[in-house]
């Protein structure tokens, strides 16, 4: 992890030179992102291998987690990279995107393809969540994700408001089942009936936001 946050802000650090060069009217420019460029193309390949395993990872967790809460519905992330993650020359790959884009990066002055433009979508049975789940789908997807992403960290706080508003009680049980592994959980509520605080067995403190001491 700390790796690749080392790789990324230097990529980041490259990519903000390679757009101050765009804008500017150097006569030698061409020549100038061309070394750019070489610098950058290594840096972009370490990223998207990572990213493409780090999703790879979780996709392995969620599908065991989104039998637990979603039955025989499946829950998956997919990474959107600028380039044929299929390809077996992530090299080759970026070099032809980058050249593909150079006339529009001048145009435009800013770079137009690259890491810093890729994306990320959840899935659910194979359609975008966001248009195809319902809203009860897409909070326990959200919960699943959050919490699946948690578990990867040796120590973890997490924060939720209201999380079990409007959850049946065998979906509030699968919820608290998922902070097991989890190191602290916050969780805020305006109706404290609404948290079934018996599945937390002694595990738990209850602050009242409300109560105000006299001085």
Known sequence: WLEFRRVLFRSNKILKNRNIVLKSEDTYKENLIDSIDK???????????DRKNFFERLNIILLEKTKQFLGNKKLQLKYESFIDLKS?????????????????????????????????????????????ASQGEQRMASIIFITTL???KEE????????????????????????????????????????????????????????????
């Open 150 to 152: 948690l578990e990867l």
């Open 88 to 132: 077996e020359d992530y090299m080759k790959e970026i070099k032809e995107r980058f050249t593909a884009s150079r006339r529009i990066d001048f145009e435009s002055k800013t770079t137009q393809k690259g890491v810093h433009k890729e994306d990320w979508k959840m899935l659910l049975n194979g359609k975008d969540i966001s248009s195809y």
């Open 156 to 215: 973890s706080i997490l924060l939720l408001d209201d999380v079990y508003f409007e959850l049946s009680n065998e979906n509030k049980d699968k919820v608290t089942k998922s902070f097991e592994n989890i190191s602290q959980v916050f969780l805020t509520t305006c109706d404290l009936n609404s948290v079934p605080i018996d599945n937390f067995k002694d595990r738990y403190e209850i602050f009242n936001l409300n109560e105000r001491k006299d001085d």
């Open 39 to 49: 610098k950058m193309f290594s840096l972009q390949k370490s990223i998207i291998e």
